[in-house]
T-cell receptor, first 114, second 120 residues
């Protein structure tokens, strides 16, 4: 199930199940989006990206969906594994922010139950 | 693949001292690098944009005299936390984008492994 912690929402899933992590972005002019995975004590690791002229993109075991109408982004992880446990952040590239700055969402902690 | 190396990974310093954190792009050039700060259980907050050969651009509320940024080459940016205080204790992360690829289109930013700063 999903719960909201002090600062970070948490999603708990059973190993082997599919995970869906959601993100609402704020700027309708944002044209590029990235999902990052961050393990404890480490820097963010690139997972997958999508440009605003697309609504779906697939990678290995991951799919990103973009709904520009409601400014919503989701990350789907198929057959979730214990190694997927981490905090996941969406990031948006806002035009005019300068130098390709990224603005990060609040993050979701994914816990995989063996 | 593109690698960003950040050093040190952990540092403990006394109040009032200064600490320098290095961010290097190992296999690509980066005209622009970014410095973030992250508190426990929170997201990354952009502190400043480091520009090679020119002054850094600081986000609102970030003291430029407190957080000195130098981007002396296309592969190295440094962040110096001056006169550190316990409230400066945090996780500092840098990122960079590949110049050549970024010139054509938006591309992902690559992140360093972060630096855990503890000021005692």
């Amino acid at each position: 199930g999903e719960s909201v912690g002090l600062h970070l929402p948490t999603l708990s899933v059973q190993e082997g199940d599919n995970s869906i992590i959601n993100c609402a972005y704020s700027n309708s002019a944002s044209d590029y989006f990235i999902w990052y995975k961050q393990e404890s004590g480490k820097g963010p690791q690139f997972i997958i990206d999508i440009r605003s002229n697309m609504d779906k993109r697939q990678g290995q075991r991951v799919t990103v969906l973009l709904n520009k109408t409601v400014k919503h982004l989701s990350l789907q992880i198929a057959a979730t594994q214990p190694g997927d446990s981490a905090v996941y952040f969406c990031a948006e590239n806002r035009p005019g922010a300068g130098s390709y700055q990224l603005t990060f969402g609040k993050g979701t902690k994914l816990s995989v139950i063996p | 693949g593109a690698v960003v190396s950040q050093h040190p990974s952990r540092v403990i310093c006394k109040s009032g001292t200064s600490v320098k954190i290095e961010c290097r792009s190992l296999d690509f050039q980066a005209t622009t690098m970014f410095w973030y700060r992250q508190f426990p259980k929170q997201s990354l907050m952009l502190m400043a944009t480091s520009n090679e050969g020119s002054k850094a651009t600081y986000e609102q509320g970030v003291e430029k005299d407190k957080f000195l940024i130098n981007h002396a080459s296309l592969t190295l940016s440094t962040l110096t936390v001056t006169s550190a205080h316990p409230e400066d204790s945090s996780f500092y992360i840098c990122s960079a984008r590949d110049n050549i690829r970024a010139g054509r289109m938006n591309t992902e930013a690559f992140f360093g492994q972060g630096t855990r700063l503890t000021v005692v």
